[in-house]
């Protein structure tokens, strides 16, 4: 399909374990944004890359929580020794370019991850 | 910091009746505002937008009107259907949203119930 796709939908795992998530954007979409929704929550800004690197992580909320583009297309979302309040949609989103100021950002479905 | 508020739901309603969600933010600067939409089983999908002060968004039968001297954008209906239901996002767009130019900052939600 053409929209964004993210992998898994859903995901339960231990305290403790180590998790990835997938994010495949939209063909050609330079910015890619990662986004967290708690239950009851609007999603909240995690990280955000244009091309390969990271031009902004400052919503991170610590060191365990990593992402990585290599290729300035797929993107992987890291969380290490994940704990229960890791509980969450994780969202990604791609849009053209940041210097279009658009707002136009399009998301995937996110990733469920229940941390047990 | 930037932040959006917009009123607590469930709302619902009886079809025809009209709609309206309230939206205010504080922002730095000149913020882009926006309506995002959730639908039951799908991804984020923006709805409206404005750019700039007393721009009129609009799309679907939806409207908001960006209001600078009341920091608001509330989303009015004037006819509601049972097929809008689903889940509502104002957000903006400004420096240190966090994200570049296009990253976002969103509000908790609001979710529309429509009755027939």
């Known amino acids: 399909g053409a929209g964004v796709s993210q992998t898994p939908s859903n995901k339960v795992t231990e305290k403790g374990k180590y998790v990835e998530l997938r994010c495949d954007p939209i063909s050609g979409h330079t910015a890619l944004y990662w986004y967290r929704q708690s239950l009851g929550q609007g999603p909240e800004f995690l990280i955000y890359f244009q091309g390969t690197g990271a031009a902004d992580d400052s919503g991170l909320p610590n060191d365990r929580f990593f992402a990585v583009r290599p290729e300035g297309s797929v993107s992987t979302l890291k969380i290490q020794r994940t704990e229960r309040g890791d509980s969450a949609v994780y969202l990604c989103?791609?849009?053209?370019?940041?210097?279009?100021?658009?707002?136009?950002?399009?998301f995937g479905e996110g990733s469920r991850l229940t941390v047990l | 910091g930037n932040s959006v508020t917009q009123m607590e739901g469930p709302v619902t309603l009886s079809e025809e009746a009209f709609l309206t969600i309230n939206c205010t933010y504080t922002?730095?600067?000149?913020?882009?505002l926006f309506w995002y939409v959730q639908y039951p089983g799908e991804g984020l999908q923006l709805l409206l937008k404005?750019?700039?002060?007393?721009d009129k968004g609009s799309n679907k039968g939806f409207e908001a009107t960006y209001r600078k001297e009341t920091t608001s954008f509330h989303l009015e209906k004037g006819s509601v259907q049972v097929s809008d239901s689903a889940v509502y996002f104002c957000?903006?767009?400004?420096?240190?949203?966090?994200?570049?130019?296009?990253?976002?900052?969103f509000g908790k939600g609001t979710h529309l119930i429509i009755q027939p």
């Open positions: 989103a791609s849009s053209l370019s940041t210097r279009q100021n658009t707002g136009e950002l399009f």
């Open positions: 404005a750019t700039k002060a007393d």
């Open positions: 922002a730095t600067g000149y913020p882009s």
């Open positions: 957000a903006l767009s400004a420096m240190y949203s966090g994200g570049g130019a296009d990253g976002l900052t």
